[in-house]
């Protein structure tokens, strides 16, 4: 089964540094194959045999405390959950100098509509919705200082998440479009 690999925090700031070409190495020992990253922030593309998405996402994570020292969340996701949330994201949101759309993924203990309203998107700033994994986030750039998603970060909430441009996950979706068989 092919899956997507989202890691939390890793090559932020010069922090958790991970040389994509060493943690696809380090994948690949494990027994993940098929391994392709994006971009230095953490999206790994794979194939892995195992059926629990639980014990895949509990590798991945033992791989990266072994092979890296670092103590990180990955969010796994099967492509079919990964195309869902691809297919809810309105085609005219952009990642560009107008407006700025993000994609919050979510880890289990907080993937719910309940979530989003706790986020309280401000009605004349934010669009904001909840889809199964994900809360899709959109906000001028005009306005981007004044959106509640700034609330979000440095809570709680916000280790619950791993957050990804609309850019990324088109690409991501992409990628997965050239990797069928």
Known sequence: MQYIGLLRGINVGGNNKVPMAELRQALETAGFREVRTYIASGNVLFRHPSGSIQEVQTLFEAVMSRDFGIATRVLVLPEDRFRVICSAVPPDWTNDKEQKSDILFLFPEEDSPETLERMGPKADIDQARYVPGAIL???????????????????????????????????LQSMLETSQG
């Open 137 to 171: 986030w959109k906000v001028s750039r005009a306005n981007q200082t004044r959106s509640a998603l700034l609330a979000v970060v440095g809570t709680k909430l916000y280790k619950a998440m791993t957050i990804r441009n609309v850019n990324t996950l088109r690409k």
